[in-house]
C-alpha cells in the first residue's frame, strides 16, 4: 500500500506519519460505543501514550535532519495526498502529544468537578478529535487537507469550550463567539486555498511552492496568500483578530484550557509559517513587506497591551489568556523578523510557552478544585495550604517572567537576540518592557498566594493531580538547562525551511 | 580536593543546610545548630579554595545551555574575596540571628532560615561564576530568594517595602542588564570573564558609554541613584536580613558584580582610555553626597544606615569609573571594611531593638550607660565607615583618594572627604547621645540591660576584626598583586 521515499516496505517506522494522525481518530468512535467513562478515559489516556510514542519515534527519525513521507493510499503527489514530516513538524507532533498525554492524567481527576458523568465518555470522543485535527495539521503536506483537519480539530474544539456551561454559563456564549469568529477564519483561509489552487492548479505544497516561484509577482496568489494570513491570525489570535480567547479560555475547563493554551494556537502559527516557507517563497517581497509592515507591529502591540490588560484582571483565567495574547505576540514577532533566529526563537517559544502556560492554567485548576473560582481573593493564603500545586504556580510563573535556569528565559534570548542581529533595537526594548510587565501580573499572583492570611484551609490536592502539573512544572526548568530537545532541533528545522 | 569539586561543595553546603532547616522544623535547636556547622563547613570549603588557588584562571564548565552560554565557574581573586567574606560572616550573623530572632519573638523561624541560607548559596555562585550568564542567573535567584526574607513579618507595609525591593531589583536587571548581556554576547560571541576585559574594541564610544549605562544601573544591587529606592524599602526586614544581606551579602554582590564586570568585561585599561565611565565618576559622586545628606534626616536608626549605606557602595561604583588598579584594589577594600563596619552597625541597631523595642535614634539618649557594649561596638563601626584610622575603613579611602589622583579626577578627592564629615555628623550623634544625655525616662531605661550573648557578641567579633583588619591590609593588597588582578606601577 504504502510507498515512500525510503522505498516501501512494511517497516513500521514508513508507517509512523499517519499512524501518529490516524491513532487518536480511530479510538474516537469506540468510546462512543463502549459508552463508559472509566474505560472512556483509559483508552484516550493509552491513545494519547501511543501518540506520544510516536513522535518520539518520529523525532528520533528526523533529528538528522532528513524527511519522511508517506502517500496516502498510495497515490503519488500531486494527486494523492502526502504526508510529510521534517523537523519542524516533529517538534509540534511532540508537543501535541506530551500535552495531551499530560493533560489526560489531570482530567481523571478534575473533569468531574466540571463536567456532569454521563457527558464523559463524549467529552473524551471530542477530545480525541481534537487531538486528531491538530496533529493532522502538523502531518499533512497537503493544503485543502490542512483546512480539513483544521476545521475537525476547531469543531470539536467549539463543543469542548461549550463543556464550561455546566459551572457558568457565559461558556456558551463563549463558545459561541469561537464558532463565528473560528467559521469566518476557516472562510478565509478556504478562499486563500481557492486562490491558490487557481492559479497553480495544485494541492501539494512542495508542488505549488515550485510552480509558485514560476509566477513571479501574480496577484491572484498575492491575494491567496493575504487571505491565508488573515484566516489563520484569527485562528492563533493574532491582535486585533483575538477577541474570542479570552473568553473561550476563561469559561472552558480547565482541561480543555490547559490543551488549547498549550497546542491550538500554536498550530495555527505552525500553518503560518509552513505557508510562507514551503508553499511561498519566502524572499518574495511581498510576503516580506507584509510581515515587516502588518505583522511586526500587531506583533509588538500585542506583546505590549495584552500584557498591560493582564495585570488588571482579577478573574486569574483571563489574566493568564491575555498573558497568552502577549505570548502569541513574541512568537509572531520572532517569525516576522524572517531571519533563522527569530524563527528558531519562533519555534522554541512555542514549545517553551506550551509547557509554562500548561503548567499555570494547571495549577489554577487544581486552586479551583478547591476554592471553586479562580478569582484573584480566593486564593489568598493557599500557599501555606496547598504548598505543592502553589510551588508549582510559581516556577511556571517565573517561566513565564523569563527568569534564568527557567524555559521562558531561553525563548526571550533568542529572540532578543535575532531583534538585535536584524537591527530592532526598539523592538529589543519592547520585549524586555513587556517582560516586565510579566513581573507584575505574575508577582500579584504570587503574592496573594504567600503573604496574605486566607480565611479558609484547604487540603492539598491528590497525588494523582499533583503529578501532572509537576510533570509540566519539571519540564518549565528541564528546557530551561537543556535546550538540546529545542533550541537544537529548532536550529535543524530552520535550517530546513531557510533552504 | 580537585578545585571545581570544592566551587561546588561551597555552592552546595549553604543549599543542603536550608534543606536541612526544614526538614528539622520542629527541632530549633537542631536546625540551628546544623546551620551553625553548615556556615562553619562553607567557610573551611571557600578557605581551602583560597588556600588551593594558584593564580590559573581556568574555566570549570557544568553544563551548556546553548552553544556558546554556559554554566560555567571560575577562581580569582575578588570572588575569594568576597567569598570568604560572605561564608566567614554569615557565621557571625546565624548566631546572632540565633538570639535575635527568638529574642524579638520573629515567626517563622524555619522558613526564615531556610530562604537565609538559600541566598547564601547564591552568593557563593555569584563569587566564583565563570562567566555573566552564570553571574546573570545566580544574581536572580538571588533576588528571588531574598524576597521572602523581606517580606518576612507578612504586613502590610513588609509587603509594600518588598514590592519595592523585587521591583527596582528585577526591573533594572532583566530591564537593562539583559539587554547588556544580550548585546556583549551578541557583538562578541562570548561571556567568559577574561582579565583584560572580552570586548577588544568592539564598541563605539558612544556605544560604550551606553554599555557603561546598562550594567551601572542595571546592576540595580549596587543602589546607584536613581535606583536605590529598594535599600531603604527592604529595612523592613528583620535585622539579621538587614545584617547579612543588605550590608554585605546582596548590596555587596552588586557592587562586586559592578568590579568583576569592569576587570573583566570591560577592562581596567581600555575603560580609562575610552573615558566612557568619566560621566559615571560625577554620578557616583553625587549618589554619595545625596545618600549622605537624606541619611542625615533619618530618625529611624535603620533607615539612616540603609541611606549610609547607599553612599558607601557608590564608593565601589567611583572605583570602578575610576578605571585604574588603584581603584580596583581600593574597591575592593572597601567591599571587605565596608562590610564589617556596616554589619556592625546593624547588629548594633538590632541588639538595641531586642533590648529596649526602639527603633529611633531621639529615644536612644543615655542607652550607652546600660548597654555600654554595644554602643562601643556601633562607636568603632562607625569610625571605621567614617574612614578615620585605626580602623580599616581609612584604607580603602587611602586608595580611593590615591586612585583619583592617578586619574586626574581631583574633585573627587573634595567629594571623599566631605562625605567623611557627612559620615560623622550622621553616625556619632547616636553614640554621643547614647553615652552623654541623660534618659528621657530614667526608670524605664534602668531596666534595660545587655541582650543575651548570642545578640552582643557579634558585632563585638566584627568591630574588633575592623579594627585588626587595619593592620593586616596589606595581606589583602599583596594578595591582589600577587595574583595580577592589579598592577601598581612600583
Redesign the interface.
Known sequence: MASEIKQGTLELVNHLPILQVITPMLIAPILVVLNNKTLSWLLSFVGALACLFISILLIQAVSDGSILTYYLGGWVPPIGIEYRIDAVSAILLFLISIISAIVLIFSYSSLHAEIPEEKHTLFYSCFLLCLTGLLGVVATADIFNVFVFLEISSLSTYVLVAQGAFLDRRALSASFNYLIMGTIGATFFVIGIGYIYMATGSLNMMDIAERVNQFGDNRTIQAGFAFIVVGMGLKLAMVPLHVWLPNAYTFAPTVVTCFLAATATKVALYVLIRFVFSVFNYEDIFVNELFFLLLMPLAVIAMIAASVIAIFKQNLKKLLAYSSLAQIGYMLLGLSLMSQKGLASSLVHMVNHGFTKAALFMSLGAFMLNTKNVYIKSLSGLGKSMPFTSAAFVIGG?SL?????TAGF?SK??L??AA??TGYWLV??LI??S??FA??YV?KII?VL??SESSESYNEVSVLTLMPIWILALFCIFL????SLT?DVAIMATEILFK | MPIEFLIFLTVFTPALVGGLNLIFNKKPNVRDTVTLLGALITFYFSLNIFLSFDGQATQYKLATIMPGIDISFHIEPLGIIFSLLASGLWILTHIYAIGYMRGAKEKNHSRFFFFFSVSIASVMGISFSGNLFTLFLFYEILTLITFPLVSHKGSTEALRGARVYLSILLGTSIGLQLLGIIWIYFSVGTLDFVKGGILNGSFGSLELILLVGLFAFGIGKAALFPFHRWLPAAMVAPTPVSALLHAVAVVKAGVFTVLKVGVYIFGVESLSVSGATDWLTWLACFSILFASLIAMTKDNLKARLAYSTISQLAYVVLAFSLANSLGVLGGALQIVTHAFGKITLFMCAGSIYVATKKTNISNMQGLGRVMPITFLSFLIGAISIIGLPPMSGSWAKWFLILSSLEADKQFVVLVLLISSLLNIAYLLPLVAKGFYLNPIDQTETKSFKEPSALVWLPPAITASISFLLFFYVGYIRDFMINFGLVSLGN
Open positions: 517565573l517572567i523569563g527568569v534564568p535556569g531561553i534570548w533568542l532578543l537576540e538585535l542581529e529589543a526594548i524586555i518592557a517582560s516586565l513581573v507584575i508577582w503574592e504567600y503573604f530551561g538547562i537543556n535546550t533550541v
